[in-house]
C-alpha cells in the first residue's frame, strides 16, 4: 500500500566510520554477519574461530543452525507467541515493525529527538537518538484496540526494548519478538510468520523492507520507509485501511486488492 511482550523478558560526522559501523550491527541487519563467519572459519581453527568471533555473531550462527537442524529433521520448533488469550480468540494479529517504520534512529546528536537510549556496545556506552514518526502514537492507540499487536524487529533487544518501553505508552503490544526470533535467509533477517504460532490467514506484518516478509508477501502491508519527514502521514492515512481490515473474514482478499490498486 502506498500508498500501501511473551519474549519480553521478553553518528556525529566525524567520528563516525566506528559509530556507523556499530549501529549497523545494532539495528539494520546485514549479511556481513554469516559471510564474515564462513570466511573466517575457512581460515582459522575451529578453537581460534570460537575465540575469535564476537559473541553475538557466534550466537545469531548457532541459533541459525539449530533451527535448520530442528526444521530438517522435523523436529518441532515452539512457537514464538504464547497461546491466544480467551478473551480474544478471533483477532487477527498483526505484525509490526519497529525502524523506518515506526520510529527512526541514530548515533548523530538530534535536537528533535523524541528519546534517548543509553546502549552498551563492546564495553562503550552510546547514546541512540530516537525520533517517532508523526502520528504513530494515534496509530499504535487504535491498533491495539483493534488487533492482537505484536512488536517484530530484527534490531537487537538491548535497544528495542526500551525504545518500545518509551513509545508504546498505550500498551498496544502483547509482546516484542527481536533479532533473534529472526530467520536468517540469504543475507537478511526474515520474519517467518509461520513460526509465529497463529493461524497465518490471520496475520498480518507491517514493514518498511521487503525482504523482512519474503516468506510471506502476502501477508504484507508495505510502508514507505521514513527518516525524518515530519509531514509524512503514512501512519495516520493506515487507520481507516485497518479499521475495515478488522472486520473482514478474509485479509487475502483485502491486501490482494490494495497491492493492485496501488
Ligand atoms: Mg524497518
Same mark, same amino acid.
Given at each position: 500500500m502506498r500508498k500501501m511482550r511473551s519474549m519480553k523478558t521478553n553518528k556525529t560526522k566525524g567520528s563516525s566510520v566506528m559509530k556507523k559501523t556499530q549501529l549497523i550491527s545494532l539495528m539494520s541487519p546485514t549479511k556481513v554477519m554469516l559471510e564474515s563467519c564462513i570466511s573466517t572459519q575457512k581460515k582459522k581453527s575451529r578453537s581460534k574461530l570460537l575465540k575469535q568471533t564476537h559473541p553475538q555473531m557466534l550466537r545469531s550462527f548457532l541459533e541459525m543452525m539449530i533451527l535448520i537442524m530442528s526444521q530438517h529433521n522435523n523436529v518441532p520448533v515452539k512457537p514464538l507467541l504464547s497461546e491466544v488469550t480467551s478473551d480474544d480468540p478471533g483477532k487477527i494479529c498483526v505484525v509490526i515493525d519497529l525502524d523506518e517504520t515506526l520510529v527512526h534512529s541514530s548515533f548523530k546528536p538530534l535536537n528533535n529527538a523524541d528519546f534517548i537510549i543509553p546502549v552498551e556496545i563492546e564495553g562503550i556506552l552510546h547514546q541512540v537518538y530516537v525520533l517517532k514518526r508523526p502520528h504513530v502514537d494515534e496509530f499504535l492507540k487504535r491498533m491495539g484496540e483493534l488487533f492482537e499487536c505484536v512488536l517484530f524487529t530484527a534490531s537487537l533487544s538491548k535497544y528495542a526494548d526500551p525504545v518500545s518501553d518509551l513509545l508504546d505508552k498505550c500498551g498496544a503490544f502483547q509482546s516484542r519478538l527481536f533479532r533473534e526470533a529472526c530467520v536468517f535467509h540469504k543475507g537478511n533477517y526474515v520474519k /517467518? #510468520? =509461520? $513460526? #509465529?504460532? $497463529? %493461524?497465518l490467514s490471520k496475520v498480518i506484518i507491517i514493514d518498511n523492507s521487503p525482504a523482512s516478509y519474503i516468506f510471506h508477501p502476502e501477508n504484507a502491508v508495505p510502508v514507505v520507509s521514513w527518516f525524518d %519527514?515530519? =509531514? /509524512?502521514t503514512e501512519l495516520l492515512d493506515l487507520i481507516p485501511f485497518f479499521e475495515r481490515l478488522s472486520k473482514e473474514d478474509n485479509i487475502y482478499d483485502i491486501l490482494k486488492m490494495e497491492r493492485t490498486s496501488s
Open positions: /517467518d #510468520l =509461520s $513460526r #509465529l504460532g $497463529r %493461524d %519527514d515530519m =509531514s /509524512d
